[in-house]
């Protein structure tokens, strides 16, 4: 009788384990996947506020577009638009995509090569928005002048000053898109290796 109720106890205490050993591992799972959506949760706001001042500029512009009264200031204007309006829509697609793949279904070969596929893409959005942030000065800055001063840059010399202020504008301009475009990396690169960790 001790025998079979020994046997009873082990077997009893086997499965207790058992179960504690499974919720422990969907707590480490669970864990897991906060912590790899919390990865790209600053990224967010600070992407999906930089679209809202974005597209409030883009509506701006659209408002006043009239003000553009020449086909050079309109094709500024077109390009200006397209930068403001398309380029952040797509980053923050990318960046929803990225945020929401399901870590702890399908299998991890196929979520890693998804993540990967994904994170190239909004590394890649990143590298485009950096070239055309600089490039856009051409287009962004005679389309504001113009509406907000109703001066046409194409036909005013520039004075000292303004270079001066032109080009300090660009040094902190690179300065930040390297600070930015470093801090992508670490996150994605400390995502990728959450995923990495479940193998």
């Not at 082990?10 to 499965?15: E, L, V």
């Not at 829509?89 to 990967?116: H, P």
């Amino acid at each position: 009788m001790e025998l079979e109720e020994l046997q009873s106890a082990w077997t009893q205490m086997s499965d207790e384990l058992n179960h504690q050993k499974k919720l422990t591992n969907q707590i480490i799972l669970d864990m897991t996947k906060q912590k790899y959506q919390h990865k790209f949760s600053t990224i967010t706001k600070y992407e999906t506020l930089g679209a809202v001042v974005c597209f409030a500029v883009a509506f701006f512009v659209l408002l006043n577009f009239d003000k553009l009264d020449t086909w050079y200031f309109q094709i500024c204007g077109l390009l200006t638009l397209s930068f403001l309006i398309v380029l952040p829509a797509m980053v923050l697609t990318t960046l929803k995509r990225i945020k929401n793949i399901d870590i702890l279904n399908g299998s991890y070969k196929e979520n890693l090569k998804f993540y990967l596929k994904t994170k190239n893409r909004l590394l890649r959005l990143q590298q485009i928005g950096i070239a055309v942030g600089f490039i856009g000065l051409l287009f962004i800055v005679p389309v504001t002048s113009k509406i907000i001063s109703n001066k046409n840059v194409f036909l005013t010399s520039l004075k000292t000053e303004q270079y001066v202020v032109f080009t300090v504008t660009l040094i902190v301009l690179v300065f930040f898109c390297r600070w930015a475009y470093k801090g992508y990396l670490k996150v994605t690169q400390s995502a990728q290796e959450l995923i990495q960790e479940l193998e």
